[in-house]
């Protein structure tokens, strides 16, 4: 499918963004492993999420409302989980593969993960080496590098101090879940603070976590019980419509109900430090996860410098933060963010590219790019999305400034996160 975006001004309107993707596989996996059952209101239903749904039916899960946003699982608790009689395909989904490498581990039976051509080529040893470590047993090209991965499973899990060298929820997570099946507590410490649904979320169900700094532990064996979790609206997704209201002139729109959780919101406080008008309202908290309405009005950026420990908490912000850049007053440089080259594509690649192709001038950097800002978007030109969802929203995005319209080939990739997206700016 192709997108083609023409140039537009005065975006007004009020609009809600789907559910918060990293939430909603979570609800999904600590659903299945709770006993009772849980209801999930506000549920993505992009197609990475119905991944990780798929691949929990395909271990006996029962669940309701496959395919819409309120859905129940019915947990089989933590030792319920049966063997699946075929591969389990996971698409496109990075977190439901590292996670779930996590959770397969603990099981007494055998498995094996594969997934599309992107996520076959992504890094899974930054998961399956800790996890072998807590005596994961995994099978796979490159040392249990590259899906497909089969996970041998029958073994008891011991528990680990793990010091992640990356600051990464997937690394993170796929250790904790792991955590419950061992005896005792297990505790990973990272380098820089990443997203922290796993930790809210398995405390919400029950599990006894404990958070220091850096530092976090859980304890294993726990009794998690089924819970009501309501999906706050994705950050990751609001973006796109908040840099869409920022660029273009006389726009004014309203987000509402956007999780604004502190190791997540890294993109707010960007764009402020950008210049960007962002007014947050009615701040509030649900299911243990802060959320606000979001107020965003057209406005002359400012080029900064993102980089450090930043960067973990707008990682998946950076494309459409390249998008925001263009349209700024001086340089903005990204560094420390090399891990944007492992994301669905590499991003870093993939943003220099289609941007010079748009008439913008950046640098590529080895962990970053340099923009250019007060940049004209010529468009007139077809762009790749790679198979990238984010890269896809963002080009987009750039069109709505473009000179002439922006094509978007293989756009049909913006449902993994955002089914509605075209949809939702046609509305405004
Ligand atoms: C995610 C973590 C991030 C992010 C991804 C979702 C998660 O990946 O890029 O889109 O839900 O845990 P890393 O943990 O690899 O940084």
Do not use: W
Not at 52 to 77: S, Y
Not at 223 to 244: R, T, Y
Not at 389 to 407: D, T
């Amino acid at each position: 499918m192709q997108l083609k975006i023409e140039s537009k001004s005065n975006l007004t309107g009020e609009v809600n963004v789907p559910g918060d993707k990293s939430i909603s596989h979570r609800a999904v996996m600590l659903g299945a492993l709770a006993q009772g059952k849980t209801e999930i209101e506000g549920f993505l239903t992009g197609e990475d999420c119905l991944s990780t749904v798929k691949a929990f039916q395909a271990l006996g899960v029962e669940v309701d409302g496959v395919g819409t946003e309120a859905m129940t699982i019915h947990g089989k608790g933590l030792a319920g989980l049966e063997e699946a009689d075929d591969v389990l395909d996971l698409g496109n989904s990075g977190t439901t593969m590292r996670l779930m490498l996590g959770i397969l581990a603990g099981q007494d039976f055998y498995s094996v993960v594969t997934g599309d051509d992107s996520l076959r080529s992504r890094p899974m040893a930054r998961v399956t080496e800790p996890l072998a470590e807590m005596n994961g047993q995994f099978y796979g090209r490159d040392n249990a590098n590259l899906a497909p991965i089969t996970v041998l499973g029958g073994q008891q899990l011991k528990v680990m101090q793990y010091r992640s060298p990356v600051a990464s929820a997937q690394v993170k997570s796929s250790i904790l879940l792991a955590g419950l099946y061992a005896d005792g507590v297990t505790e990973v410490i990272e380098p820089a603070k990443s997203r922290d649904h796993t930790e809210r979320m398995l405390e919400y169900f029950g599990a006894n976590v404990e958070v220091d700094g850096l530092a976090v532990k859980v304890e294993g064996k726990p009794e998690l019980k089924g819970q009501k979790v309501i999906v706050p609206g994705d950050i990751s997704s609001a973006a796109f419509l908040m840099v869409a209201g920022l660029i273009t002139s006389g726009s004014e729109i309203l987000i509402k109900n956007v999780g604004l959780n502190p190791t997540r919101s890294g993109v707010i406080d960007a764009l402020e430090q950008m210049n960007a008008n962002l007014e947050l309202l009615n701040q509030r908290e649900v299911n243990g996860e802060p959320i606000a309405d979001i107020i965003v009005k057209s406005s002359q950026l400012q080029g900064i410098v993102i980089d450090g420990e930043l960067i973990p908490l707008l990682i998946d912000e950076i494309p459409i933060l390249a998008i925001a850049a263009s349209q700024a007053e001086g340089k903005t440089v990204i560094k420390d963010a090399e891990e944007l080259r492992v994301k669905e594509t590499d991003r870093i690649d993939a943003m220099v590219k289609e941007l010079t192709k748009l008439g913008v001038e950046v640098i590529e950097r080895e962990d970053g790019m340099e923009i250019v800002g007060k940049q004209t978007i010529q468009g007139g030109a077809k762009c790749r999305s790679y198979d990238d969802h984010r890269v896809a929203m963002s080009l987009a995005i750039a069109g709505l400034i473009a000179e002439e319209p922006v094509i978007i080939e293989n756009a049909e990739c913006i449902n993994i996160s955002f089914p509605n997206f075209e949809e939702l700016l046609t509305e405004l």
